[in-house]
């Protein structure tokens, strides 16, 4: 894995990967407390990993998975606006090209949402 500055190319609906990155970046912004949103891109092997972490207040461990169910959220409505959408269409989406979604995360301290794309 080697951290990348050059360009990928992917073949997929690019609409719907920027629906993807898009989503996810919001979430990134909503939930980071103001925060810096960090980006990274690198290169393995046969896909492109896309990492997007917020240094907000975290997701519980048990909810990391969760959340990309429909209409789940990790914060009451109150908290935040939105239906609990976005993950979900985002996972679908990455699904059908064949790559995936998930988070990584800790109480306190951020969350990291990674997409993997085939190259």
């Given at each position: 894995m080697k951290d990348y500055s050059g360009t990928l190319e992917v073949y997929a609906d690019s609409y719907r990967l920027e629906q993807v990155f898009v989503?996810?970046?919001?979430?990134?912004?909503?939930?980071?407390?103001g925060s810096p949103v960090l980006i990274s891109v690198k290169e393995?092997?046969?896909?492109?990993?896309?990492e997007i972490t917020d240094l907000g207040q975290g997701i519980r461990e048990e909810d990391c998975e969760r959340i990309f169910h429909r209409f789940e959220r990790?914060?009451?409505?109150?908290?935040?606006?939105?239906?609990?959408?976005?993950?979900?269409?985002?996972?679908?989406?990455?699904?059908?090209?064949?790559?995936?979604v998930y988070a990584r995360s800790e109480l306190g301290k951020g969350s990291t949402f990674i997409m993997e794309i085939p190259l």
């Open positions: 989503n996810i970046f919001i979430n990134a912004m909503k939930y980071g407390a393995l092997s046969e896909m492109v990993m896309i990790a914060v009451s409505s109150h908290e935040v606006s939105g239906l609990g959408l976005g993950l979900y269409i985002s996972r679908e989406i990455m699904s059908l090209h064949n790559g995936s």
